[in-house]
């Protein structure tokens, strides 16, 4: 039954268990967020989404209250600009005055925030964090926590898409920090390597080592794909520079997998441009292997295939094919070639 409330003095419908923050979004309302994401389980941690409701005391996160009947809600009164205005002035006191040469710079959803509400820099002359930068030898996530604004999206992605639990939270007050288990490796604490927490950060805090250097989100034009490494067929975008392939981003858009990759998926990219990737069928001549179209090849193929029938044969499937295609491979060998001697990679 769908709920009616006034947002902004605008009446909307929202559905029932909608949170306030969802209800403004569907109807084109923007409310800052940082450490909410559509993915992961709301938990009003940074408080930048913070709205006043009327008849409720106090500015409320948006993120967490669910929508109610006859709810008047206010997102942009000038005291709610001066909260989210403090909350940002607070996270730069203990943040990096480094955005020039940051990884994030332009994709960074601090710097969006910050710029959104030209909030100047902090002088700020107390105390600071100092963790040392890229301590973690993970191959493939770059760590800078004195980046780090505590939203604790790493810890959820990693909790919730892919199930892992490697990040937690350590210490209290000032001492909060993000820790790989009990303050140890990711690869101690059982990280897959998948990148998620990566994709999911939305400063400099983790980033993707391969691609660190080698350009901007502004200098990469983007192109979907679908993965080449098994038959599950995830989305992404190819990040391209020059016409070389720098980087792979997840799309919430994607239909099969949304943000979750594995590690073949997200940093397995650079066979692409590797000198020995073969980029046309080889047939032996003479004794050697030498280049030749694909007509050629397969017509050669089908010749030796005419040539033989039933258990002088064994085929092996791939998990790279999809389940379409490896049901035509198996019926394909029972059906023409004659013989069940079919298996497949994956199960081996």
Same mark, same amino acid.
């Given at each position: 039954?769908?709920?009616?409330?006034?947002?902004?003095?605008?009446?909307?419908?929202?559905?029932?268990?909608?949170?306030?923050?969802?209800?403004?979004?569907?109807?084109?309302?923007?409310?800052?967020?940082?450490?909410?994401?559509?993915?992961?389980?709301?938990?009003?941690?940074?408080?930048?989404?913070?709205?006043?409701?009327?008849?409720?005391?106090?500015?409320?996160?948006?993120?967490?209250?669910?929508?109610?009947?006859?709810?008047?809600?206010?997102?942009?009164?000038?005291?709610?600009?001066?909260?989210?205005?403090?909350?940002?002035?607070?996270?730069?006191?203990?943040?990096?005055?480094?955005?020039?040469?940051?990884?994030?710079?332009?994709?960074?959803?601090?710097?969006?925030?910050?710029?959104?509400?030209?909030?100047?820099?902090?002088?700020?002359?107390?105390?600071?964090?100092?963790?040392?930068?890229?301590?973690?030898?993970?191959?493939?996530?770059?760590?800078?926590?004195?980046?780090?604004?505590?939203?604790?999206?790493?810890?959820?992605?990693?909790?919730?898409?892919?199930?892992?639990?490697?990040?937690?939270?350590?210490?209290?007050?000032?001492?909060?920090?993000?820790?790989?288990?009990?303050?140890?490796?990711?690869?101690?604490?059982?990280?897959?390597?998948?990148?998620?927490?990566?994709?999911?950060?939305?400063?400099?805090?983790?980033?993707?080592?391969?691609?660190?250097?080698?350009?901007?989100?502004?200098?990469?034009?983007?192109?979907?794909?679908?993965?080449?490494?098994?038959?599950?067929?995830?989305?992404?975008?190819?990040?391209?520079?020059?016409?070389?392939?720098?980087? /792979?981003? %997840?799309?919430? *858009?994607?239909?099969?997998?949304?943000? #979750?990759?594995?590690?073949?998926?997200?940093? $397995?990219? +650079? =066979?692409?441009?590797?000198?020995?990737?073969?980029?046309?069928?080889?047939?032996?001549?003479?004794?050697?292997? /030498?280049? %030749?179209?694909? *007509?050629?090849?397969?017509?050669?193929? #089908?010749?030796?295939?005419?040539?033989?029938? $039933?258990? +002088? =044969?064994?085929?092996?499937?791939?998990?790279?094919?999809?389940?379409?295609?490896?049901?035509?491979?198996?019926?394909?060998?029972?059906?023409?070639?004659?013989?069940?001697?079919?298996?497949?990679?994956?199960?081996?």
């Amino acid at each position: 039954m769908p709920i009616n409330l006034t947002i902004n003095g605008n009446t909307i419908q929202a559905r029932e268990g909608e949170t306030v923050l969802q209800a403004a979004r569907a109807n084109g309302v923007h409310i800052p967020t940082l450490c909410y994401h559509a993915d992961l389980s709301p938990v009003g941690a940074c408080r930048l989404c913070v709205v006043e409701v009327e008849k409720m005391r106090g500015l409320i996160a948006a993120c967490t209250l669910p929508v109610a009947e006859g709810m008047v809600v206010q997102t942009h009164t000038p005291k709610i600009v001066e909260e989210r205005k403090f909350v940002l002035e607070m996270l730069l006191t203990d943040h990096p005055n480094d955005c020039m040469i940051c990884e994030a710079d332009g994709g960074c959803e601090l710097q969006d925030a910050v710029y959104e509400y030209q909030v100047a820099w902090s002088d700020h002359k107390g105390k600071r964090h100092s963790y040392p930068v890229g301590a973690d030898q993970n191959p493939f996530v770059f760590t800078d926590f004195n980046k780090c604004i505590l939203c604790t999206r790493c810890v959820r992605a990693c909790a919730e898409i892919q199930g892992r639990n490697v990040w937690g939270v350590a210490n209290r007050g000032f001492n909060d920090k993000i820790v790989a288990g009990a303050d140890v490796s990711m690869l101690e604490a059982g990280c897959e390597q998948c990148g998620a927490c990566a994709a999911y950060c939305p400063t400099g805090s983790l980033t993707d080592k391969p691609s660190r250097g080698k350009g901007r989100a502004h200098q990469f034009s983007k192109v979907r794909t679908t993965c080449v490494y098994c038959g599950v067929g995830c989305n992404f975008d190819f990040n391209v520079r020059d016409g070389k392939i720098v980087k /792979v981003t %997840s799309a919430r *858009d994607a239909y099969v997998n949304g943000m #979750a990759l594995c590690v073949k998926g997200r940093y $397995g990219y +650079e =066979f692409i441009h590797h000198p020995d990737r073969l980029t046309k069928p080889l047939i032996k001549k003479d004794g050697k292997f /030498v280049e %030749s179209s694909w *007509d050629e090849a397969l017509d050669l193929v #089908a010749e030796k295939l005419a040539q033989h029938r $039933g258990d +002088e =044969f064994a085929f092996l499937a791939s998990a790279k094919a999809t389940n379409e295609e490896n049901y035509l491979f198996q019926k394909f060998t029972r059906a023409v070639m004659g013989t069940n001697s079919v298996d497949h990679c994956a199960r081996l």
